[in-house]
């Protein structure tokens, strides 16, 4: 056999109970079949009702089981699969999850409508500072439907919608990626601030959706911070779910689709138009997308910074994400294991949903690399295969090769989020041919937080000249 070939390691793992009183059944993958192309795997069924996913990982005592969100749009009814390799790959093991079928998109409930007056619009863009000037009042939405959560099993999430009113003609279909937040009631869908972008958009002829994503708003648990495969899911879903709400009440739709989304929205807008032009292009066609300021490469720039010792502007960054990876993947026992005294105990208690960033940041140190394990910083700072390091690569979101017209903005002084992963992605499209992407500087001298408004108003200028 090929060096190269996978070995297959292989065990099975119910992801979650029955629903009803029956006994847990036993999911087996029956065949492994070893090839020129890679490893055959099929399984029994589980009946009627459960969909499947494959994880894998290189080492079955110290690693973290990954799906694979490039390969295929997991979970699948299917009851086999090909992991179709290249030479080089090292050797896999691999585990079935089975999870409810999830009818991806449903509609759960949509609350009463909130109208916004046009001299609403006008006072609430002047207090924001934002330079756009409305045509249409609008009216706002808050919509609760069914999605997948971070292992692919059913969920619901929530998101706002905005539409204009008064418009005669059909209308693109916005999704607006919001950034970092860790209050879990801080979301669009409450109609605060964070949905200031939707209404700016709706009132120039825009139908926006503007996902809360999960573990905010209305979905439980622990929001999965800069987890790709969730941000796409839960925004692919919630494109689903504003689209047929809009035809059920007959608010027409041109098919044109843009994204957009700065900072964490960035990375979140990069996961939403990968997972449309890999596994959704028949549903949604991409006009234009325009990711801001996102951790596109968080195993390598991000991490590296966030290991540099540089003082941060929010250390809280940090602990959200190692949070958000434990919770997905499940890294060691708990969120303390990681972290150093008194850090250990301090911290997880702050993670909450309830408590603000200015809260977390004050409790962090001022290096923020103090705040793990001394053994656990040595390890990711001298390991490139730590589990960590694999779980930030699972999240990298610069290889692949985007198909639709995207601008990538970013200011080069930013501070929380360095420029260089816009670079690295930058780079790694054109070199696979995507030419159509462009990177724009809106101000070489804006922090990350004055970077946000000029890219805002470039993109939406661009946005303009694509709109039928």
Same mark, same amino acid.
């Given at each position: 056999?090929?060096?190269?070939?996978?070995?297959?390691?292989?065990?099975?793992?119910?992801?979650?109970?029955?629903?009803?009183? @029956?006994?847990?059944?036993?999911? $087996?993958?029956?065949?492994? %079949?070893?090839?020129?192309?890679?490893?055959?795997?099929?399984?029994? *069924?589980?009946?009627?009702?459960?969909?499947?996913?494959?994880?894998?990982?290189?080492?079955?005592?110290?690693?973290?089981?990954?799906?694979?969100?490039?390969?295929?749009?997991?979970?699948?009814?299917?009851?086999?699969?090909?992991?179709?390799?290249?030479?080089?790959?090292?050797? %896999?093991?691999?585990?079935?999850?089975?999870?409810?079928?999830?009818?991806?998109?449903?509609?759960?409930?949509?609350?009463?409508?909130?109208?916004?007056?046009?001299?609403?619009?006008?006072?609430?863009?002047?207090?924001?500072?934002?330079?756009?000037?409305?045509?249409? =009042?609008?009216?706002?939405?808050?919509?609760?439907?069914?999605?997948?959560?971070?292992?692919?099993?059913?969920? +619901? #999430?929530? @998101?706002?919608?905005?539409?204009?009113?008064?418009?005669?003609?059909?209308?693109?279909?916005?999704?607006?990626?919001?950034?970092?937040?860790?209050?879990?009631?801080?979301?669009?869908?409450? /109609?605060?601030? +964070?949905?200031?972008?939707?209404?700016? /958009?709706?009132?120039?002829?825009? =139908?926006?959706?503007?996902?809360?994503?999960?573990?905010?708003?209305?979905?439980?648990?622990?929001?999965?911070?800069?987890?790709?495969?969730?941000?796409?899911?839960?925004?692919?879903?919630?494109?689903?779910?504003?689209?047929?709400?809009?035809?059920?009440?007959?608010?027409?739709?041109?098919?044109?689709?843009?994204?957009?989304?700065?900072?964490?929205?960035?990375?979140?807008?990069?996961?939403?138009?990968?997972?449309?032009?890999? /596994?959704?292009?028949?549903?949604?066609?991409?006009?234009?997308?325009?990711?801001? @300021?996102?951790?596109?490469?968080?195993?390598?720039?991000?991490?590296?910074?966030?290991?540099?010792?540089?003082?941060?502007?929010?250390?809280?960054?940090?602990?959200?994400?190692?949070?958000?990876?434990?919770?997905?993947?499940?890294?060691?026992?708990?969120?303390? *294991?990681?972290?150093?005294?008194?850090?250990?105990?301090?911290?997880?208690?702050?993670?909450?949903?309830?408590?603000?960033?200015?809260?977390?940041?004050?409790?962090?140190?001022?290096?923020?690399?103090?705040?793990?394990?001394?053994?656990?910083? @040595?390890?990711?700072?001298? +390991?490139?295969?730590?589990?960590?390091?694999?779980?930030? !690569?699972?999240?990298?979101?610069?290889?692949?090769?985007?198909?639709?017209?995207?601008?990538?903005?970013?200011? !080069?002084?930013?501070?929380?989020?360095? /420029?260089?992963?816009?670079?690295? #992605?930058?780079?790694?499209?054109?070199?696979?041919?995507?030419?159509?992407?462009?990177?724009?500087?809106?101000?070489?001298?804006?922090?990350?937080?004055?970077?946000?408004?000029?890219?805002?108003?470039?993109?939406?200028?661009?946005?303009?000249?694509? $709109?039928?």
């Amino acid at each position: 056999m090929p060096s190269w070939l996978p070995i297959a390691a292989l065990c099975s793992l119910l992801l979650v109970p029955r629903l009803t009183a @029956a006994e847990p059944f036993s999911l $087996r993958i029956n065949l492994t %079949q070893p090839t020129a192309d890679g490893v055959s795997l099929r399984w029994n *069924d589980a009946g009627p009702g459960w969909a499947y996913s494959v994880q894998s990982r290189a080492a079955f005592a110290d690693g973290v089981w990954l799906t694979r969100s490039d390969l295929r749009p997991w979970p699948v009814p299917d009851l086999g699969w090909t992991n179709r390799t290249e030479p080089g790959a090292s050797a %896999q093991f691999y585990r079935l999850l089975a999870v409810p079928v999830t009818e991806r998109g449903r509609v759960v409930s949509v609350s009463d409508r909130l109208f916004v007056s046009l001299a609403e619009i006008s006072v609430l863009l002047d207090l924001a500072e934002i330079p756009v000037t409305p045509e249409h =009042a609008v009216d706002l939405y808050k919509i609760v439907y069914e999605t997948l959560d971070p292992r692919g099993g059913r969920t +619901q #999430a929530s @998101a706002a919608i905005v539409l204009p009113v008064g418009m005669d003609r059909p209308l693109p279909l916005l999704s607006y990626q919001h950034g970092t937040l860790i209050l879990t009631n801080d979301v669009p869908s409450v /109609f605060n601030e +964070q949905v200031l972008p939707g209404i700016g /958009f709706a009132a120039i002829g825009y =139908a926006v959706v503007l996902p809360d994503l999960l573990g905010l708003g209305d979905s439980p648990g622990l929001h999965p911070y800069h987890h790709a495969r969730s941000e796409a899911t839960a925004g692919v879903d919630a494109l689903r779910a504003a689209r047929s709400w809009c035809l059920a009440q007959n608010v027409g739709l041109n098919g044109q689709t843009f994204l957009v989304g700065y900072s964490q929205g960035g990375h979140a807008t990069m996961a939403l138009q990968r997972e449309l032009e890999l /596994f959704h292009a028949d549903e949604f066609t991409v006009t234009a997308s325009a990711p801001m @300021a996102g951790a596109y490469d968080l195993s390598g720039v991000t991490a590296n910074d966030l290991l540099s010792g540089r003082l941060m502007p929010n250390p809280y960054y940090l602990l959200y994400l190692l949070a958000a990876c434990q919770d997905v993947y499940r890294l060691t026992n708990n969120l303390a *294991d990681l972290l150093a005294p008194p850090y250990h105990t301090t911290l997880p208690p702050l993670m909450n949903g309830a408590t603000p960033s200015s809260v977390i940041n004050q409790a962090m140190p001022p290096d923020a690399r103090l705040i793990l394990q001394p053994s656990v910083l @040595a390890a990711l700072q001298s +390991q490139p295969q730590h589990p960590l390091r694999a779980i930030l !690569r699972d999240n990298d979101l610069y290889d692949w090769t985007p198909t639709a017209p995207t601008r990538l903005y970013h200011c !080069r002084a930013d501070r929380d989020v360095i /420029f260089a992963n816009s670079e690295v #992605a930058h780079a790694s499209f054109h070199n696979r041919g995507a030419t159509q992407v462009q990177l724009i500087d809106p101000d070489p001298a804006a922090d990350h937080g004055d970077c946000a408004l000029p890219a805002f108003l470039l993109a939406r200028d661009w946005f303009e000249t694509l $709109r039928d």
